[in-house]
């Protein structure tokens, strides 16, 4: 796995750092509604486990909550599960979309939907712990906007998807302006203000890591070990992995279209050159090289890279043709809940 470590960003002063959290500790409300926002697609056996375990653990901490599940075109029993669970409990909203729009998808239709003072975004399979929500909120009161959690270990991953996720972050980071943390998922801790500038964006492919990185604000991680998923399996294999890290990367960089022009310029630098070579010793020794062999190779290598070009202008031609569509992110098929607020 390649080394996730990058030279520093220019930071803020440390006594400008203060000031800021200073400022923000003051307008941290004593009694924040916090908002739990679960994305969930084909879940039903997760359901039940998922609120034993997070429930009381929000009650034994004294905290008000809400959680907003999200259920994204399942086609199992997940939606009618979520309601059970809703009706039995006043605190959880379901906002059902029409129809399966993806992770990314859901997710903001959640954060559209979320009321809380602060919202934590996380998984229903339980990798991303509950007792993780006490630091976060702790370092929420020093007066840090987005909190976010850190993958020290991850051992119930495949070699593959942690050699693939090192290089992606890797890559990530190099090819782009905004810095996303390595080993850094959705499962983090967002202050109103914060995702009052995410509901101002209206990008069709959104990739959310990139946009939490993308508004800035005061953001600081904390460490945790992520544990086996309580039930379920995940939905992600290696192709959707890689199409993901793929948006990821046409959504926050244009160095892959850079790469290929600087990339074609080098070529047809290296052609001139070697005409040049060919002509001169044509002239010089009067040597005329048959060159049917370097002549095709030559071919197919151009051909080989003419297309990876156009597959590069492609991928970021698509991506404009969808923006420009202007379909919305996602269809609310309803939104089911208790019409009192989350109480204590």
Known sequence: MPDSSLPPLPAKSSSALERQLAVQRARRPADPLLSLVVPVFNEEESIDIFLTTVEPFLD?????????????????DTLSRLLDCGRRDARIRIVNLSRNFGKEAALTAG???ARGDILIPMDIDLQDPPDLFIPFIERWREGYDIV????QKRAW?????RLSAGWFYWAFNRMSPVRIPPNVGDFRLVDRRAVEVLRQLPERNRFMKGLFAWVGFNAVGVPYERPQRAAGSSKFNLWRLWNFALDGVVS????????SFYGGLAI????ALY?????GRVLIFGIDTPGYASLLIAVLGMGAIQLLSIGIIGEYLGRLFLEVKGRPIYVVEGVYEDPQPPQA
């Open 157 to 161: 991953d495949t070699m593959s998807k």
């Open 252 to 259: 926050f960089s244009t160095v892959p279209l850079r790469a």
């Open 275 to 279: 005409a040049l070579f060919i002509i």
């Open 111 to 113: 954060i559209d939907h």
């Open 148 to 151: 976010y959690g850190v993958r």
């Open 268 to 271: 047809a630098a290296i052609a």
């Open 60 to 76: 034994r901490a004294g905290l008000r909550f809400e959680i907003v599940f999200v259920n994204d075109g399942s086609r199992d």
